[in-house]
């Protein structure tokens, strides 16, 4: 099979999403680390956890909506059980699996950042677009989805209707 080399216009389209890629993690980190002492990562376990029923979801399901192995996601549940922003215990439908819940630390955590973490993805991501750029973006997102999540593991994000697809 042949390659197909990119042309100059799709070299220039992948190299700015390669940077996108690759600055924007920081940007979000730094500003959550400055303001609440929370990575991103911690601030998207807590944010995932507070809006579902009981603030509780399946260490399963937990790693599935964030996109973690479950090593990963333990060790970080367990850093937040130590600041006393999130408990496990035996999920009671299933005594082989383990729940984790959002504590009132970890809510009243996760509504601190909310407000600088949602101004600094205005500023950093929203706010340079215009309304007709941001549309694009969500399509672009969707269709990239489609190769990238085939299986929809993190559709519960953006698309309620095919939460735990």
């Known amino acids: 099979m042949e390659t197909r080399w990119l042309t100059e216009d799709e070299r ?19 500003q959550l680390r ?6 991103h990562f911690e601030y998207f376990v807590l944010a995932m956890l507070s809006e579902e029923p009981e603030r509780t979801l399946r ?3 937990l790693a599935q909506r964030t996109n973690a192995t479950l090593p990963r996601l333990s060790h970080v549940v367990r850093r937040l059980e ?19 819940r959002l504590t009132s630390t ?3 955590a996760v ?14 991501v929203l706010d340079p677009l215009t309304p007709a750029q941001v549309e694009q973006l969500r399509e672009i997102g969707a269709a990239l989805l489609t190769r990238l999540d085939p299986d929809g593991r993190l559709s519960g994000l953006y698309d309620p209707d095919r939460s735990g697809v």
Do not use: I, K, Q, Y
Not at 12 to 30: C, F, K, N, Y
Not at 34 to 39: F, M, Q, V, Y
């Open 12 to 30: 220039a389209a992948w190299l700015r999403l390669v940077a996108v890629v690759e600055l924007l993690p920081g940007v979000l980190d730094s």
């Open 34 to 39: 400055e303001s609440s002492g929370l990575t």
């Open 59 to 61: 260490m399963t399901s």
């Open 82 to 100: 130590e600041r006393g922003m999130v408990e496990r215990f035996p999920c009671p439908e299933d005594g082989r699996a383990t729940n984790a």
């Open 106 to 108: 970890g809510w009243d």
């Open 111 to 124: 509504v601190a950042a909310a407000p600088g973490h949602v101004d600094n993805v205005r500023r950093h």
